[in-house]
């Protein structure tokens, strides 16, 4: 089959065949109809967010199932699937106390490139090549870890919704189930790429009545209008923090923040009001330190990390599906390219370049 292989650190993907090995036990092998090219790719592609290489970079998919190996169930060759990040594994501590975005198991998918026994499935010649959060879905075929797939209705596009793979679940759960957003408040979004677009929709159907989104790109502060911001800032234009407080008076009630930068994480916490929370959502280098103002948590300001939304995959997932069905969920419009394979590493200078806000492999 062909995937695109990610060699060193800093170099292209080189599209190429692969060997894929038959599902294990607890595993199901599925054909990738479409997989979104996310952000936290291009992270592990730069060595921010490091694993084993060869890899096959890809985790935001839509596919159908293929087979599956001893002991699955759920599934049956045909079903619709939804890739997740976590494996969910249901045995670790965090899965029992229904945490599965922190499934302890996720190190060996997201850490080491593996599956859950430790071992690969994709294979070139003699050499293992890694697989990116157990998915590897920049391929024509993936193997997967069971827990890390949802079960969907066959009535909805897989090339649209496999963006609820990754970005969508990310943003709109940290609005939903980390912040959980109340009605009638204020939220700024810091980024208006796949996930801080996902945020703002997340932040109209919680309710909100103010919804600042700011970016240096006009298209993206455009798009982020027609999907449910009632506001847009460019960040070159002035002090961030002082224009968000001129539209709010006191400063909003939650602040997201989906670039993956300290400096973006302090800028929301500063544009809070008395007692409002700030979300860190972008993955920022993880030795990277964050400085805020100590002022800030005499007025109870607080700031919380969001992993994966909070998402219990299982309960949100169908749920996203379904306000996708019900036109509540915007996701066509995030899509501004679509692309073949071969074609992956220009998706990531549309990214670098800020053009767009959300390319999708299709495959054929």
Same mark, same amino acid.
Not at 7 to 16: F, G, N, Q, T, W
Not at 27 to 53: F, N, Q, T, W
Not at 178 to 199: E, H, N, R, W, Y
Not at 318 to 334: A, I, S
């Given at each position: 089959?062909?995937?695109?292989?990610?060699?060193?650190?800093?170099?292209?993907?080189?599209?190429?065949?692969?060997? #894929?090995?038959?599902?294990? /036990?607890?595993?199901?092998?599925?054909?990738?109809?479409?997989?979104? *090219?996310? $952000? /936290?790719?291009?992270?592990?592609?730069?060595?921010?967010?490091?694993?084993?290489?060869?890899?096959?970079?890809?985790?935001?998919?839509?596919?159908?199932?293929?087979?599956?190996?001893?002991?699955?169930?759920?599934?049956?060759?045909?079903?619709?699937? +939804? =890739?997740?990040?976590?494996?969910?594994?249901?045995?670790?501590?965090?899965?029992?106390?229904?945490?599965? %975005?922190?499934?302890?198991?996720?190190?060996?998918?997201?850490?080491?490139?593996?599956?859950?026994?430790?071992?690969?499935?994709?294979?070139?010649?003699?050499?293992?090549? $890694?697989?990116?959060?157990?998915?590897?879905? %920049?391929?024509?075929?993936?193997?997967?870890?069971?827990?890390?797939?949802?079960?969907?209705?066959?009535?909805?596009?897989?090339?649209?919704?496999?963006?609820?793979?990754?970005?969508?679940?990310?943003?709109?759960?940290?609005?939903?189930?980390?912040?959980?957003?109340?009605?009638?408040?204020?939220? @700024?979004?810091?980024?208006?790429?796949?996930? =801080? #677009? /996902?945020?703002?929709?997340?932040?109209? +159907?919680?309710?909100?009545?103010?919804?600042?989104?700011?970016?240096?790109?006009?298209?993206?502060?455009?798009? @982020?209008?027609?999907?449910?911001?009632?506001?847009? +800032?460019?960040?070159?234009?002035?002090?961030?923090?002082?224009?968000?407080?001129?539209?709010?008076?006191?400063?909003? $009630?939650?602040?997201?923040?989906? +670039?993956?930068? *300290?400096?973006?994480?302090?800028?929301?916490?500063?544009?809070?009001?008395?007692?409002?929370?700030? *979300?860190?959502?972008?993955?920022?280098?993880?030795?990277?330190?964050?400085?805020?103002? @100590? =002022? &800030? #948590?005499?007025?109870?300001?607080?700031?919380?990390?969001?992993?994966?939304?909070?998402?219990?995959? /299982?309960?949100?997932?169908?749920?996203?599906?379904?306000?996708?069905?019900?036109?509540?969920?915007?996701?066509?419009?995030?899509?501004?390219?679509?692309?073949?394979?071969?074609?992956?590493?220009?998706? %990531?200078?549309?990214?670098?370049? &800020?053009?767009?806000?959300?390319?999708?492999?299709? %495959?054929?």
């Amino acid at each position: 089959m062909k995937a695109a292989v990610l060699e060193a650190i800093d170099a292209p993907l080189r599209v190429e065949e692969l060997e #894929l090995d038959e599902p294990k /036990s607890g595993e199901v092998r599925i054909r990738i109809v479409a997989c979104g *090219v996310c $952000h /936290s790719d291009y992270s592990y592609m730069k060595g921010i967010l490091r694993m084993p290489l060869p890899a096959v970079p890809g985790h935001e998919a839509g596919g159908v199932v293929e087979a599956v190996g001893p002991g699955v169930q759920g599934f049956a060759p045909g079903d619709h699937v +939804i =890739g997740v990040l976590t494996p969910n594994c249901g045995v670790c501590d965090m899965c029992r106390e229904n945490k599965p %975005f922190l499934c302890i198991k996720m190190m060996a998918t997201m850490g080491n490139g593996t599956m859950l026994d430790g071992t690969t499935r994709l294979h070139r010649g003699g050499t293992h090549v $890694h697989h990116l959060c157990g998915i590897a879905a %920049f391929a024509e075929h993936a193997v997967v870890p069971a827990g890390s797939l949802v079960k969907i209705e066959k009535d909805v596009p897989l090339e649209t919704v496999c963006l609820i793979g990754c970005g969508v679940t990310t943003g709109v759960g940290a609005v939903l189930n980390t912040a959980q957003v109340k009605p009638d408040t204020t939220v @700024a979004v810091l980024g208006c790429g796949g996930v =801080g #677009l /996902s945020i703002v929709q997340g932040a109209r +159907i919680a309710g909100a009545r103010t919804i600042i989104a700011v970016d240096p790109v006009a298209a993206k502060r455009e798009l @982020a209008q027609t999907l449910g911001a009632t506001h847009a +800032i460019d960040p070159a234009a002035g002090d961030v923090a002082k224009a968000v407080k001129k539209i709010t008076g006191l400063g909003v $009630h939650y602040a997201f923040e989906a +670039i993956g930068r *300290v400096d973006t994480i302090a800028l929301c916490y500063a544009m809070l009001r008395p007692t409002g929370l700030a *979300v860190a959502v972008g993955v920022a280098p993880p030795a990277d330190e964050v400085r805020l103002r @100590a =002022g &800030g #948590l005499l007025q109870q300001k607080a700031l919380i990390g969001s992993a994966y939304g909070s998402a219990v995959p /299982s309960r949100d997932i169908p749920l996203y599906v379904d306000l996708y069905r019900r036109g509540e969920l915007k996701l066509d419009q995030m899509i501004t390219h679509r692309i073949a394979l071969d074609q992956v590493n220009d998706a %990531f200078e549309t990214m670098v370049h &800020g053009q767009g806000a959300r390319s999708v492999i299709v %495959f054929g």
